[in-house]
């Protein structure tokens, strides 16, 4: 295993990162491709939640094995895959089924998703791994480099990006349907705030609390105080604390400025800046304001994407007289949605929806024919490719770069600096504060 990564060596080293890695499949792939009609090995770490889903999404093939540090939780996402060896810790199981397997699902906490990630892929295996990628900045580029180091098929989870409705407005972006884009706006309704630890009488039997934590510091076996209510930590209510979630922006930045990223050809931010209540060092929190300033590509301007959470959304709301039509003509919600400003109008829109504004101004338009084509669906794309070299749409050389401006984003508002980034160097040109959020150190035993 490789040697443990720890900061002061991240923050002596992190010049000496080079540029993101193409991820592309190259001959050597293809070479070892099986046929479409193969089934593939995987094993997968996390049973249920979001991991029992995507193991639903990959059923089609052969699921061998599964970890989980809950044995409660293991036996009953296990239950539908009779034959799939169970593990405890996801570092004995890819070790001892290492011959034995083609790929592997990591849909573990955000805490955990590197370590395991970046095992999998040093064992050159492919890999499907939940959003966001990683939980620093430095990881999300670790498994990008090891991506394209191992040439291995990589897919990031996040499921929306196979809809129709997103490559609609990439292609109306794209043909220039509202002219050219400066401003993007992205909110959503979540509220992942007031959380805080609290100390457990009893920790129950079947949670391996020390296997949890992983590369986190050790501390006792603890619950939280989420929404005003004692409840475990480990099984889902993690997403409200920093020592293993990354609040609302972390867990659906990913999805929601997907579509930005992707219609816009957006990579790196050059500066971010974050505003909101208070940081605090347990808990996350909602009502975030947060600023990123993209740079020109090729003939595509600068944009200023900015991000609301916690009930806050643009003002140039309040200008729309009543609520948006769809395509389809019916009421759009607009409880989370984007919105593109163009010279020439607006488009709208959420996970399922979206419309060209002003309605009366493009009321006779004529949409370009579709040229992205429809998903095969995202867990398929990502089997296919392991099959034949295909490459997926949210690959870790594109998910990598999305998830790293999501958690400037996290590092600007809990340093409580606007972050100068020097993305070939992989460092905050004007803030070591800030740079202390770009990674984290590992605790003994765990590596990168």
Request: net charge positive; hydrophobic share 35%.
């Amino acid at each position: 295993m490789a040697t443990r990564i720890n900061r002061r060596t991240f923050l002596s080293q992190s010049a000496a990162v080079g540029v993101l890695a193409v991820g592309c499949h190259s001959e050597a792939v293809l070479a070892e491709s099986r046929s479409p009609n193969e089934r593939l090995n995987i094993a997968a770490i996390g049973a249920t939640g979001r991991a029992g889903a995507d193991i639903r999404g990959c059923a089609s093939q052969n699921i061998v094995a599964i970890a989980d540090i809950d044995s409660e939780l293991l036996a009953r996402g296990a239950k539908p895959y009779p034959n799939a060896k169970k593990y405890e810790d996801f570092r004995v199981m890819l070790e001892k089924e290492a011959n034995g397997i083609d790929a592997v699902i990591v849909g573990t906490a955000d805490h955990t998703h590197a370590p395991a990630a970046a095992m999998a892929m040093r064992m050159k295996k492919h890999v499907y791994c939940e959003k966001p990628l990683t939980h620093t900045v430095y990881e999300a580029r670790t498994l990008a480099n090891l991506a394209k180091k191992n040439n291995l098929a990589t897919q990031m989870g996040t499921q929306i990006h196979a809809g129709d409705n997103y490559r609609r407005v990439v292609e109306l972006v794209q043909t220039g349907a509202i002219g050219k884009i400066r401003e993007v706006h992205v909110w959503v309704g979540v509220n992942y705030t007031g959380s805080r630890f609290v100390k457990a009488k009893v920790k129950p039997d079947h949670v391996n609390w020390d296997l949890w934590l992983g590369p986190v510091e050790a501390r006792p076996y603890c619950e939280g105080i989420v929404n005003g209510e004692r409840t475990s930590v480990h099984n889902y209510h993690w997403r409200w604390f920093w020592d293993f979630g990354t609040g609302g922006l972390g867990d659906f930045g990913c999805h929601y400025m997907d579509l930005p990223h992707w219609a816009l050809k957006l990579r790196n931010p050059t500066k971010v800046s974050a505003k909101g209540p208070k940081p605090h060092p347990e808990g996350t929190t909602s009502g975030l304001v947060v600023s990123y300033e993209y740079p020109a590509r090729d003939k595509l301007p600068p944009v200023k994407m900015t991000w609301y959470d916690g009930g806050k959304k643009p003002k140039l709301l309040d200008t729309l007289k009543g609520a948006p039509k769809d395509q389809n003509g019916r009421p759009m919600g607009l409880g989370s949605g984007h919105l593109f400003v163009g010279e020439q109008g607006w488009i709208i829109s959420n996970y399922g929806q979206h419309s060209l504004l002003p309605e009366d101004k493009f009321a006779d338009f004529k949409r370009p024919d579709p040229f992205i084509p429809k998903s095969i669906g995202h867990h398929n794309e990502w089997i296919n490719a392991v099959k034949t070299g295909d490459p997926t749409t949210c690959n870790f050389e594109y998910s990598g770069a999305l998830t790293e401006s999501v958690l400037l984003g996290v590092a600007s508002y809990r340093s409580g600096e606007t972050i100068e980034w020097n993305t070939e160097k992989l460092k905050v040109s004007n803030s070591e504060k800030a740079q202390q959020f770009i990674h984290k150190e590992y605790r003994k035993g765990w590596t990168l």
